[in-house]
C-alpha cells in the first residue's frame, strides 16, 4: 500500500468541477489532493470535449444583440423547465435553481472574466422549448459560446491549479481508482482504492484498469467530483424513466469518454449519501457516430438550426414541438414510442451548410483555437465547415443523393427496421414547401423559422433562408440518421447550498462535500426534469466554487 497523504481536503476526480473547488481551495492556502483515476492528459474531464456553451443572463453580449432578458425572466424559464414536483428530493434542489440563476445574472460573467475567459459575439439560442411562455425553454438566446471552447474554460481554472501545484499546495494522484470513502466518528476522513498500471493513453481513449497496489489518503474533508453515468448505458438502462421517455434504446452512442462510469455515486451511497432523482437525465436525440472516434462508441451532437424535417424512423413528420433544438425530452418520447431507437433529419445542402453546428471542441477547430481570421472565414463563407463536410462524406450516418428516389433508397439501407416509403415522404416534404413563399405560414415550424430569423444572431449566421427543399438549387438532398447519445445525469447526490452531501435522513454528512455532474450540477438536480443549455459547464462552476469555498471555511 502506498504511503498515506494528509492534506486539508482530498478532491477524487479531476473534471471542472474538481479543479473549480481545488482552485477556491488553493486561494485560501489550503492543501488539496486531487486523485483520478486517469494519466495526466486527461486533466479537465469531460469539459475539454464540450462546445464551452455558457447559460448567463443580461449579458453585454446578449444586450449588444438587442436581447432583453431579466433575472424574473430567466428564473420564470428554468422553474417552467424544471417543473420540480417532489417535496423532499426537489426541496435542495429548488434552492439550488434560484441561487445560480442569480450567479449567471450577476457575478458569474465577471468571476469567469477576471479568470481571462472571453465569448463570441453572438449569443446562441438553444433548447427553444415546448411552445408556452411558462413551460419549457428558454424565452430569449442565452448560450453564451466560450471563445476557445472548453478547452479554455478548463485553461482558466487548471493554470492557477498548477501553479499551486509548483507551490506544493497541490498534489494530483493519477491512476488512482477510489473504492472506498474513510468514514470515521460519522465523517467522512479519506478515500481508498486501487492503484492502476501507469498509462501513456491520449485524452479521452480508453485506459487500463489492471490493478497494481492500494492506496489510502486521509484529509481533513472529501470532495467528490466524479462525474455522472454517461458512459455506463447500464446504469443509464437501469435508471431509464420509461413512463416519461418511453422505452429505453437498445442502440446507444456515447457522447461522454469511458471513464463516466458513475462509480463514485454508487460508493458515496454506500457511505451513507443520500442519491435522489436518479431517474432524471439528458441525453440527445440528434447523435450521430464519430467517423474518427476517440472513446468506444464515440458519439457527436449535431447542434440543429430549425430547419430541417425531423421525420421518425417510417418517415412521420414529429408532431409540434418536436422540431429541431426545441424540446429534447419531447421528441426522445416522440421518438421511442414509435417503437424504434432512431430518427431522420432530411434538408437540403443549403440547410446544412448555415444550420448544422458539431457539438464538441474538436469539431471546431476555428473557435478553439481562438483563431478570429478563420473562424469569419468559415462562419460567413458559403459552403460546409470543414467538420460538417467531412461526416457528410465519411459519417455512417450520412446519406448524400440528387434526387429523392435515390435518398429514400439509400435512407432504407442504413435503417435499423423502419421502412421510408417514397411517395409518403414526396408528399410530406411537398407539403411543407408549399408554406415556403409567404413570410407567414400555418405550419408551427414554418412559424418558429420566421420567428427565429427576427434574431440578427440567427439570421446572420444560423438559420437559413426559407427555400424549398426539392429544389435542385439547393441540392444536393440530404439525410441523417439519428441515434440516441448518452450524456448528463441530471439526479445525484444530494447537497445543501454549501455543497454538502446530506445524509438519507435529512442530516449532513460531516466532512462530505460534492459538486459538478455527480451532484446533480447541485443538490441533486438543479435542473429538475429538464435543461437549458449551457447550464452543465456552469453549474460544475457553481458547486465547485460552493464546495471548494465551504471546505476552506470549515
Known sequence: MSNRKQADAVVVGAGLAGLVATYELTKAGRSVVVVDQENRENLGGQ????????????????????IKDSPELALQDWMGSAAFDREDEDYWPRQWARAYVDFASTIKRQYLHDLGLRFTPVVGWAERGGGFADGHGNSVPRFHLTWGTGPEVVRVFLEPVLEAEERGLVTFEFR?????????????????????????????????????????????AVIVTSGGIGHNHDLVRENWPVDRLGPPPKTMISGVPDYVDGRMLGITEDAGGNIVNRDRMWHYTEGIQNWDPIWTDHAIRIIPGPSSLWLDANGNRLPAPNFPGFDTNSTMKAILDTGYDYSWFVLSTSIIEKEFALSGSEQNPDITEKSLKVAAKSRLAKGMPGPVQAFTERGADFVVRDNLPDLVRGMNEIGRGGTIDLQQLERTISTRDAQIDNPYSKDGQMMAIHNARNYIGDKVVRVAKPHRILDPAHGPLIAVRLNILTRKTLGGLETNLESQVMRPDGEVFDGLYAAGEVAGFGGGGVHGYNALEGTFLGGCIFSGRAAGRAVAHR
Open 176 to 220: 488512482r481508482r477510489v473504492d472506498e470513502l474513510i468514514v470515521e466518528d460519522g465523517a467522512a476522513v479519506g478515500v481508498r482504492g486501487a492503484t492502476l498500471e501507469a498509462s501513456r493513453t491520449e485524452r479521452g481513449v480508453p485506459s487500463s484498469r489492471t490493478v497494481v497496489d492500494e492506496f489510502e489518503i486521509r484529509a481533513g
Open 47 to 66: 469539459a475539454f470535449w464540450s462546445l464551452g456553451g455558457l447559460f448567463l443572463v443580461d449579458s453585454p453580449e446578449q444586450r449588444r444583440l438587442g
